[in-house]
């Protein structure tokens, strides 16, 4: 058994190694290579959209043509380019210009109407497809990650930072797209009909464009600054709305008020310094702009009243350089959205590279098949960066038959349930279920095969029914009410205002810690698993309440393998055998009346819970 979990453990070593290293190379990559990746599946939409784009810029640029054509048969006549098509009439020549003006308009707006379209259904795609695969994969992470992040921070990314992507995706490439067709026309436009003046309008061109690349290198940590600092404020929001009621007990809304304001401040200041230099870009921009404009305005028109430019042609040149310049005054709003949403695609790119370190198991296992036998074999286990908790402990569990774990607080008795459900994996040992590795086991089968009602109840923000059915979804009405019966739950339910349809509220909090303890253990008879794990099941309710659900229970564990963790002792007296955990270690084994026979560590618990000795 050693020699196996020591392989069991190099090959899950092994693969996290292998993980890490694909993971630091996917790492490598730059965010909008590893966001084009991702989207492979929309290829031929992005070729539709960007053939969109351009289409629509190129379309959109005709005007100034027109423009020059028109005041070309304003000054020329009957000597116009398109006189010399052989339409001398000049009333035909206009009618000829009128058409393709009207031509051209419909072929811009119907191109800006596709490329918006698959724009922005390309960033819902995406936007869908990513908060779906992030989350997806953040359920098959274990325990270990979500223990070392914040509820906040991981929030961030699934909204705030894929929002982001999308407002990039929906507008962001389509202004890159045309402005980079715009540079490629007009300019070509220039050279064809003015190469004398050309070089003038060229010239600022690449200072804007080095300008444009290095604020991006400037902007691009900024901005990473300013995505960590808001998933550490969501991280404080998170918090403070989930303990808002320790909050108002202990009068500390100033106290949090000004907690909050810290990370607030932090995030705006790293906001400013971003804004900062990216507001600083335009007005930049707008003078190189100046000295561009300024000398085709000048030199192209003496040119012009020289003759080595034609009237029609510096009209053209004098719109087209507007059409030319000016948009490139958006790309610093451009880039500071593109580098904002790179900043988001590396962390939810991060995020689907994490590994997934827990074995997803390959052998099934079909819920009625499950005799529920359950042996710990020398097993050990430790937290990240903390000593070992279990150590070298074995424990059998009959199928059919009730245990019960009891200990002080820390001594490993959840843990033991979590390494069970495989939310952690072994550091040595192995648990079998009816002889089988649990390790080789199909995960979600296994997990298909245990109950468990946790001390620590989740509600879901639904009704009654819902919250009973959750997991088992086909279950009918009458079925949900068999289970609240069995529960010891049908009672108060019926006396809420709309019994089985009344909402809980978020986490349950319009209920009770009885009535939500009891609505779990419901949740567990309608699964009907062959293995059912009472963990602390009656920690938070009163006498009353714990002696409805110690009838229910003994009703539910008739033979099913049951394992209960309790600090009540007297709630797990009946059981068929009470092991005592210390330091990890099982200290005691017996029955309630061997154990008192003992006179140990259960004899002592019995006496202080009791208040007499045995």
Known sequence: MVLSSTHKLSVVVAKIFTSNRVRIRRRKLHPLKRLLDYGQQYRQQMKLATAGSILNKLFDLAPPALIGVAVDIVVEQEDSIIAQLGVKDIFWQFLILSFLTVIIWMLESSFEYAYKRLWRNLAQNIQHDLRLDAYGHLQKLELAYFEERSTGGLMSILSDDINQLERFLDSGINDILQVATTVLIVGGAFFAIAPSVAWMAMLPIPFILWGTFTYQDLLAPRY???????GLLNTRLSNNLSGITTIKSFTTEDYERQRLAVESEAYRRSNNQAIKLSAAFIPIIRMLILVGFTALMIFGGLATVNGKIAVGAYSVLVFLIQRLLWPLTRLGETFDQYQRAMASTNRVMDLLDTPVTIHPGNIPLAVDTVNGELAFENISFAYADRLPIIQNLSLSVPAGQTIAIVGTTGSGKSTLVKLLLRFYELHSGNITLDGIDIHQLNLRDLRQCIGLVSQDVFLFHGTVAENIAYGTFDATHQEIIMAAKVAEAHEFIMGLPDGYDTIVGERGQKLSGGQRQRIAIARAIL???????????TSAVDNETEAAIQRSLERI???RTTIAIAHRLSTIRNANCIYVMERGQLV????????LQLNGIYA??????SGFKS
């Open 224 to 230: 990473a600054d300013v995505r960590e600092k808001v």
């Open 557 to 559: 564990t008739v033979n």
């Open 588 to 595: 005691e084994s017996g029955t309630h009346e061997q154990l």
């Open 604 to 609: 002592n618990l019995w006496q202080v819970q």
């Open 527 to 537: 699964k009907n698993p062959p293995i059912l794990v009472l963990d602390e099941a």
